[in-house]
């Protein structure tokens, strides 16, 4: 090989390896970036977590003002039955099947707590759980 082919095989490979370094340092960076956006967004969760756990802890200290109805009779209104859930979402599991025609008691929630579109209920069973308002009627003689 001549001296002009090596010294133009050696700018290229140079010219190769710069490249490839270049392409790691951009990768590098890019990896970087993502790292503080991902320590950026685990600060701001936990700021949030912080926040929410303090409403908590400071709604837990004070005495809940309830709303100023007491307990409410309701019968169930869903001929396939309805879901008594954990919680106010049909994401969350039931706890029993409440029949049609079943009596339940709505409680009353603390004042400015409104879950729209559910009740917070005590079955016949003495269950407490959640269920869609949709599917509650007065009970009859209850106008």
Known sequence: MSKKATDTAAETLSAAELKALLEKLEAAETRAADAEQAR???????????????????????????????????????????????????GYGPLEILPDGANVTVLPLPYGVAVSGWALVVSNSGTIGWVMTDFLSEPPGED
């Open 40 to 90: 950026a967004d685990a600060e701001s969760r936990a700021v949030a977590s912080e926040t929410a756990l303090e409403e908590a802890r400071s709604a837990a200290a004070a005495p809940a003002a309830y709303a100023d109805y007491a307990e409410l009779p309701a019968v169930v209104a869903a001929p396939q039955g309805l879901n008594l859930r954990n919680g106010p979402a049909v």
